[in-house]
C-alpha cells in the first residue's frame, strides 16, 4: 500500500485555487485529478474514483454539503476533506455530519492538509471494506 | 362720500342770506340788475362737499332765507318761488354732474375738478337753468326780453360758480390745509401781491380818467399781477386775486364809474362779466395744473424718500449702475464696507482690484456685463474673496426693468449659510461612512472568503515549488509558472484590501469622472462571495453607450452594495433556484439609469416612500439607515432613487444619475 501513489480529486470552483492545490498535490507525489464544480465531480467519480476528495465548502451549484449527499445517495463511498473560506459557525460540524473526513479553513497549510488526506485515507482503509 | 357736518344747513342758510344780500347789493344804478349772484354758487359748493344723502336738509335749510330775501324786495311769491326753483336746480344739478364725473377721491385742486366747476357748474347747468327760469318768466310776462334775462342770468352765475366753488371747497378739503401751512413764510410775499392788486384794482377803476376814455390798456394792468398770485398761491391764490379785481370792479361799476360804465347798463354789466370770466378761467385751469405738477412733485419726493429708507435699512451691501457700469447710488452698508462711490465705473474698479489681489476675475465681470447689456435678468456667483479668508460672499445683479437699463448690485454675506452647508455635508458625509464601515460588517465573511481564496492559491503554490526545488532536477517551467500564479494572486488580494479600504476609510467625498457600468462590476467584485453563498444569480444587463458621471465612487459603490444585500435579503425566504437579481444600465437622454431587480417578497405598496425614510426597517437588525443615506448621497450627485414592485414577483429600485457635461462613457475610461 505505501508504495502505490494515492489519487485525490480537488473540487474548487476558482481555476487558481484549483491550479495550486493541482501543482501542491503533484509535487507531494500525489495523482491529482481537479473539477470546477460539484455534478462534474460526481460525474467523474461515479466511474473512477478517487482515494480522496478535496471540496471547498462554497462552490457555486451544488455546495460541499450537496456533493456529499449526493454521494451517499449515489453509493459513492470515499474519503472526503472539505475546506472552507468562510468561518460560519456549524459548517464544521455540519461537514462531519455529512460524511467528511476533516473540515479545514483556507488558507490551507500544505503539510496539515496531507496529514487531514493520508488521515482520511488510511482510516478508510482500515475501517472500510477495499 | 366726505362729510362736513360743521358746514351744517344753518351756515348754509345764512351764507346763502348773505350772499342774496350782497348779489343784491351788487346791482347796476337805476336796474334791478345783478352783476354777481352768490346764493346758487354757495349752495353748489355746499352740496359739493356733503354726502348726497344730506342735500335735502341744505335745500330746505335756504327757502327760508331766499324768501325771506325776495319778498322782502317784493318780489310775489310765484316770481320767488320760480327763482328758488332756479337756484336750487342750478346747485343740484351741477353738484350731481360734477360728482358723477369726478373720480374718488375727490381732489377739488386737479384739473379736471376745476374744469368740471368751471364748464359744468359755471357755463352748462346755468344756460339750461337760466333759459327755463328766463321761459316761465317770459311766459308770466314778468321779463320783456327772454333772450337778455337768460344771458344775463348765466353770466352773472357764471362769475359767482368761478370765483366762489373753487375757494369753498378747497377750504373743506385736506389740501386747504396744505396751501396754508405752505403760506406759513410767505405771508409777507401774499401781503405785498394783494396790496398791489387793490392799488392797481383801485388805479384801473376808481381813478377818475383823465381823458373822456379810459385807454383799455390800463384793464391789462392787473394781468402779471393775478399771474403771480396763481403760480405761487395756486387755485386760492387765484380765486382770491380775481375775486379782489372783481370787488373793485363791481364796486365801481355799480357806482357808474370805471371802464365798464358807459352808457347802456346792461351792456356794462355783459362786459365786466365776460372780462372777469376770460381773465378768471384761464387763471383757475393754470392753478389747477401747476398744483397738479406739484403733487406729482411731492409724490415723487415721498417715492425718493421711501427708496431712500429702503435701501438704508437693508443690510446687505447694494449699489445701482447704470447701463456703462458706473455707480449711480449706493446704500449705507456698501459705504461702509468701503465700495467705490458713486461716479466709480464699478467694473473698472473691480477689475483693478481684482488684479491687484491677483484672482481671475473674468466669470464675474462678465455675468455683470451680460446683465448691464440685458443679455439676461439676472446673475449670481459665490465668491471666497481672497482679502477676507473664511468669509463667503454672494454677489447678484439683477437688471433694472427701465428704458436706460442698468443694473442693481448687491453683496451679501453668506457665511453663516456655507458653514451650514458645509456642516450638513460633513455629517452626512459621517453618516454615511458610519453605514457603510456597518454594511461592510454584514458582508465581513464573504470578504474574508474573498481574500481567503488568493492566500490558499499562493500557499499552496509556494508549498508546492518548496516541494519541487528539493527535487534533484527541479522542473523550472512548473516553478516559473507558479510564481507567475503567485504574483497574479497577490495581486488580486492586493485589489480587495484595496477596495475594503477606500470604503472603509472616511474620506471628503471626491468627485471623479465615472463610468457607472464599472462601479457595478466593483460592487459585485466585492459581493461575488456573499452572492455565492446565498446562492443568488446576478444577471446584469449593461448598456454600451452610458453616458460618463461625476461622482464619488466609493458613495455610489456604497449606494449599490446596499441595494445588492437589500435583494438578496429580500430573496432570502425564496428556493435558491429563483434567487435571481437582473442589473441593468441604460442611457435616458442626459442621464445614465441603472436599475435593480429582485424576485423577492416586495415592498408594500404605502412603503414604497417610506423605505426611504431614516430608521425605516423590516429587518430584525440594522438601523434602517441604508435606504435613507443611499437617496441622500444619489441626491447629492443630482440624481434620483426611488422603488416600484414589479408586475410578478419582486420589486425594482431605480436610479438615475445626471451626466457629466458631454463627456462620453469611453472618454472617462481613458
Known sequence: MRHRRLRVAVVDD??????????????????????????????????NRPDCAIIDVHLTGLTAMDVLDRMVEAGIDLPTVVVTGRHLPGVTERALAAGASACLRKPLDGETLLHAVTTAVHRAERGGKR | MPQHRALGPVVVALAYLLGSIVGLSLQFPGTQISVFWPPNAILLAALLVTARRYWWTHVAAVL???????????????????????????????????????????????????????????????????????????????????????????????????????????????????????????????????????????????????????????????????MWAALRFGLVGASL????????????????????????????????????????????????????RESVDAGRRSIEMLHGAVLGSLRDQIAVLDRDGVIVEVNGAWRESGGAAPGAHYLEEWKQKAGDLGYGVQPMTRGIESVLRGER????????????????IQLSAESLPHTEGGAVLTVTDITARKQAELEVRERRSELAHLTRVATLGELSGALAHELSQPLTAILSNAQAAQRLLARDQPDLREIRGILGDIADDDRRAGEVIQRLRAMLRNDEPELVPLDLNEVVHEVLALERSDLISHRVVVLQELAADLPALRGDRVQLQQVLLNLILNACQAMAGRPAPERRIVIATARDGDFAQLTISDRGTGIAADALEQVFEPFFTTKRQGLGLGLSICRSIVEDHGGKLWASNNEGVGATFHLTLPADDGVSSEAARA
Request: net charge neutral; proline share 8%; charged share 10%.
Open chain 2, 241 to 292: 386775486s380775481v375775486s379782489t379785481l372783481g370787488g373793485f370792479a363791481l364796486f365801481a361799476a355799480v357806482r357808474d364809474r370805471g371802464p365798464f360804465a358807459t352808457s347802456d347798463p346792461v351792456e356794462n354789466a355783459t362786459s365786466l362779466v365776460l372780462f372777469l370770466l376770460v381773465s378768471g378761467v384761464p387763471l383757475l385751469l393754470l392753478a389747477a395744473v401747476m398744483n397738479e
Open chain 2, 64 to 226: 327760508p332765507a331766499h324768501l325771506l330775501v325776495q319778498l322782502g324786495m317784493g318780489i310775489t311769491l310765484p316770481a320767488a318761488l320760480v327763482n328758488f326753483a332756479g337756484n336750487v336746480g342750478d346747485a343740484l344739478l351741477g353738484a350731481l354732474i360734477i360728482g358723477r364725473l369726478l373720480p374718488q377721491p375727490r381732489r377739488f385742486d386737479q384739473l379736471r375738478a376745476v374744469a368740471l366747476i368751471v364748464v359744468v357748474g359755471g357755463l352748462l347747468v346755468p344756460a339750461i337753468t337760466s333759459l327755463l327760469v328766463s321761459g316761465v318768466f317770459a311766459w308770466l310776462g314778468l321779463t320783456p326780453d327772454l333772450w337778455l334775462s337768460w344771458r344775463l342770468r348765466l353770466l352773472t352765475n357764471a362769475l359767482a360758480v368761478i370765483t366762489l366753488v373753487p375757494p369753498i371747497v378747497l377750504t373743506f378739503s385736506p389740501s386747504a390745509w396744505a396751501w396754508l401751512r405752505a403760506l406759513r413764510g410767505r405771508g409777507a410775499e401774499a401781503a405785498v401781491l394783494f396790496a398791489v392788486l387793490a392799488a392797481i384794482s383801485a388805479l384801473v377803476f376808481l381813478v377818475p380818467p383823465a381823458g373822456p376814455q379810459t385807454p383799455s390798456i390800463l384793464l391789462y394792468l392787473p394781468f402779471p399781477l393775478l
Open chain 1, 14 to 47: 476558482e481555476e487558481t485555487v484549483r491550479r495550486a492545490l493541482g501543482r501542491f498535490f503533484a509535487a507531494a507525489g500525489y495523482d491529482v485529478e481537479t473539477y470546477a464544480s460539484g455534478s462534474e465531480f460526481l460525474d467523474a467519480a461515479g466511474e
Open chain 2, 377 to 392: 435678468e439676472r446673475f449670481q456667483i459665490e465668491i471666497l474673496p481672497a482679502h477676507s479668508p473664511g468669509i463667503w
